[in-house]
T-cell receptor, first 113, second 113 residues
Framework: QQQVKQSPQSLIVQKGGISIINCAYE??????FPWYQQFPGKGPALLIA?????SEKKEGRFTISFNKSAKQFSLHIMDSQPGDSATYFC????????????FGQGTTLQVKP | GAVVSQHPSRVICKSGTSVKIECRSL??????MFWYRQFPKQSLMLMAT?????????EQGVEKDKFLINHASLTLSTLTVTSAHPEDSSFYIC?????????FGSGTRLTVV
């Protein structure tokens, strides 16, 4: 029940396209859902996060869509760029943005020029 | 914004020796520090949670005598890998919760030869 399932494992998108990564969870007590971007040899960096009382949040080219009834959330990267090529992790926690994070399995995104 | 400084970034040690990894919160007080381990192309796995002034909480399956955690001040948490073996080779990352979410260190690549 503590798992967060992420798909796809890898994704190849053409420059300018839309990258979509999906996550699903079971525990309805989760109340904070962040997405992280990680480059090789670096720690994860927060991209965008959402709470379950909101169905969508947009920051620049990044959008989170949240479906509370389906217990799913997704990351959309609009106008994908080669510099977006990285590994993306969804996560979930209880206790807001200070509780223990449970990470998804990760998605390796490659944006082709 | 909040910064967590992690050192060293890379370390190579001989089998049987101990290695200390430091994480410092530079511009905020971190009463809690999460320690993660990440194998190549895999997700972050929480190892333990350190709390300033008290004993760390270890996740199931993590040997507390092997991975010693100390959180002696509000700005410093350390992870010591004792009697390291090649199977301990991994990427170790710390993270501290703050007002705007979690801040991750840049990670430590440990190679045990």
């Amino acid at each position: 029940q503590q798992q967060v399932k992420q798909s796809p494992q890898s994704l190849i998108v053409q420059k300018g396209g839309i990258s979509i990564i999906n996550c699903a969870y079971e525990n309805t007590a989760f109340d904070y859902f962040p997405w992280y971007q990680q480059f090789p040899g670096k720690g994860p960096a927060l991209l965008i996060a959402i709470r379950p009382d909101v169905s969508e949040k947009k920051e620049g080219r990044f959008t989170i869509s949240f479906n509370k009834s389906a217990k799913q959330f997704s990351l959309h990267i609009m106008d994908s760029q080669p510099g977006d090529s990285a590994t993306y992790f969804c996560a979930a926690s209880m206790g807001g943005n200070t509780g223990k994070l449970i990470f998804g399995q990760g998605t390796t995104l490659q944006v082709k020029p | 914004g909040a910064v967590v400084s992690q050192h060293p970034s890379r370390v190579i040690c001989k089998s049987g020796t101990s290695v200390k990894i430091e994480c410092r919160s530079l511009d905020f007080q971190a009463t809690t520090m999460f320690w993660y381990r990440q194998f190549p192309k895999q997700s972050l796995m929480l190892m333990a949670t350190s709390n300033e002034g008290s004993k760390a909480t270890y996740e199931q399956g993590v040997e507390k005598d092997k991975f010693l955690i100390n959180h002696a001040s509000l700005t410093l948490s350390t992870l010591t890998v004792t009697s390291a073996h090649p199977e301990d080779s991994s990427f170790y990352i710390c993270s501290a919760p703050g007002a705007s979410g979690y801040t991750f260190g840049s990670g430590t690549r440990l190679t045990v030869v």
